[in-house]
């Protein structure tokens, strides 16, 4: 069964940091780029980032510089590092796979909570 699952979430203060993961069962995780979205309470979603296969990497210009995705594909998990939280950074953060990044994105995980807490 293919399935991704997201993990790391939580109650964080700001300033601090997270680091989520987006691992993958019932098929190989390199094969796919893989891109991080956000639905904050209310809002839209967000595309915060994408990784391609070659490692090739793409963020979003208001999260750049403090986000940083990587992939372990040993490990078949595409990684969410978010340093210097702020409040609104608040959302459920979920990881999908594509062809490309930019293309559109077939499977998604269910998501995780991450919440800046004052």
């Known amino acids: 069964q293919v399935q991704l699952v997201e993990s790391g979430g939580g109650l964080v203060q700001p300033g601090g940091s997270l680091t989520l993961s987006c691992t993958a069962s019932g098929f190989t995780l390199a094969h796919s780029a893989v891109g991080w979205f956000r639905q904050a309470p209310g809002k839209g979603r967000e595309g915060i980032s994408c990784?391609?296969?070659?490692?090739?990497?793409y963020y979003t210009d208001s999260l750049k510089g403090r986000f940083t995705i990587s992939r372990d594909n040993a490990k078949n998990t595409v990684y969410l590092q978010m340093n210097s939280l702020k409040p609104e950074d608040t959302a459920v953060y979920h990881c999908?796979?594509?062809?490309?990044?930019?293309?559109?994105?077939?499977?998604w995980g269910q998501g995780t909570q991450v919440t800046v807490i004052v």
């Open positions: 999908a796979t594509s062809p490309l990044c930019a293309y559109d994105y077939d499977y």
């Open positions: 990784i391609n296969t070659d490692g090739n990497t």
